[in-house]
């Protein structure tokens, strides 16, 4: 049995100093929650080594402070903490027995005013109206069946201008402290008239060293020792019923010539209440996705269709079901999450029902966790202070 120590203290403390620095009788305001969070995971296709059951206790800090010094005036910094601790089998009795972490969450100090945000560090950046199938994540990974709703974050620099005309102008880079990793970007966001609202998205990314994609730096989409120079275009409308659409073209250029692939992915979606019983919101999304190698003059097209139905039974359960299919791969993923909500806390019960791992390639299951394939059920509790 293996016993591992919480690490990355170094984090904690930093996390420490900023708390006690806040609550000295310097003049601020400051700002304390958090998150904390229990599960039990089981699954009959855990990964090597691993139990059908494990458990994972997750606590997630965070600190505002905002200082009260006309120096300072429109600035103001937020640091939160990722602390987990994770059991293999009943309470570390399975083969990896108790492992734990600690990492910054988010690190970030911000500028803003009326028109102006400005903010730096290890920060959220997330856009595009995509719900499950998002041609549009680039930097977040939020996912609608995740209890939590927690995202992972990037090291960067992001400016946001709210001009004229409800236009807002965007612009980032990933990586601001190191040259060779450095990634600029941007995104304009125009209303249209009567419907909703367009968006337009530029990325540019160099090629990484070893095929290693750097910590915090975001998704690639195309093979990561490649640059590459990403463009997208989202449009959202109301009319009668909601429907949405991201495009994403990637190019890629420099590195090994074998790699060099260019990547095309389409997504349209569509939501709508029903007026049945406490109202029965559904949701679609169909996904094309085309990838091109340069050097073999090959293509390779994959579909994915995604089904959302979510329905509230009284005041306190929500049932939601999630339906996702794999057309090329033939392979169906089943989601059932039953959840309950107190003022403060989310009871949820889910389960699911995916293929196995053996039927994934490897590239598909790198950095794939414990839990989520085969056949399972979680019960999660989630509580914010």
């Not at 997750?58 to 602390?83: M, R």
């Not at 199938?133 to 709210?162: C, E, H, I």
């Not at 965007?170 to 125009?190: Q, T």
């Amino acid at each position: 049995m293996q016993h591992n120590r919480i690490i990355g203290g170094k984090s904690v403390c930093i996390f420490l100093g900023v708390l006690i620095f806040s609550s000295s009788g310097y003049p601020q305001q400051w700002d304390l929650r958090g998150q904390l969070s229990f599960s039990v995971n089981a699954s009959n296709d855990p990964s090597a080594e691993r139990s059908n059951i494990d458990q994972l206790i997750g606590y997630i800090p965070t600190l505002s402070v905002y200082p009260e010094q006309s120096l300072f005036e429109g600035i103001d910094f937020e640091a939160a903490l990722n602390l987990n601790v994770q059991f293999d089998g009943f309470f570390g009795s399975g083969n990896k027995g108790t492992d734990g972490s600690s990492e910054f969450h988010r690190l970030w100090v911000r500028y803003s005013s009326e028109s102006v945000e400005f903010r730096y560090g290890l920060q959220k950046i997330a856009f595009g109206p995509g719900l499950i199938l998002r041609p549009l994540r680039w930097f977040d990974s939020l996912d609608p069946k995740d209890p939590t709703g927690q995202t992972d974050a990037v090291t960067s620099a992001r400016f946001r201008y709210f001009g004229k005309h409800d236009v807002t102008y965007w612009g980032w880079a990933v990586h601001p402290e190191n040259s060779e990793l450095f990634s600029p970007g941007g995104r304009i966001e125009l209303p249209v008239p009567v419907v909703g609202e367009l968006g337009l998205t530029y990325h540019h990314r160099p090629g990484y060293e070893g095929d290693k994609i750097p910590d915090n730096s975001g998704m690639p989409f195309v093979h990561q020792s490649s640059q590459e120079d990403r463009y997208g275009i989202d449009i959202r409308a109301d009319v009668v019923i909601g429907i949405w659409a991201e495009a994403v073209v990637a190019k890629s250029s420099g590195g090994n010539p074998f790699y060099r692939i260019d990547r095309s992915v389409y997504m349209i979606g569509g939501d709508y209440t029903l007026s049945v019983g406490n109202g029965l919101y559904l949701l679609a999304e169909h996904m094309f996705d085309r990838v091109e190698s340069k050097f073999l003059r090959t293509q390779f097209n994959r579909e994915f269709t995604a089904f959302m139905m979510n329905y509230p039974i009284g005041i306190f359960d929500q049932v939601a079901l999630i339906f996702e299919y794999d057309w090329d791969g033939e392979r169906m993923f089943n989601f059932l999450k039953i959840s309950r909500t107190y003022d403060n806390l989310t009871v949820n019960l889910i389960l699911f029902d995916n293929p196995k791992r053996d039927e994934f390639t490897e590239v598909e299951l790198s950095g794939a966790g414990n839990a989520g394939f085969g056949t399972g059920f979680q019960a999660v509790l989630v509580y914010n202070h």
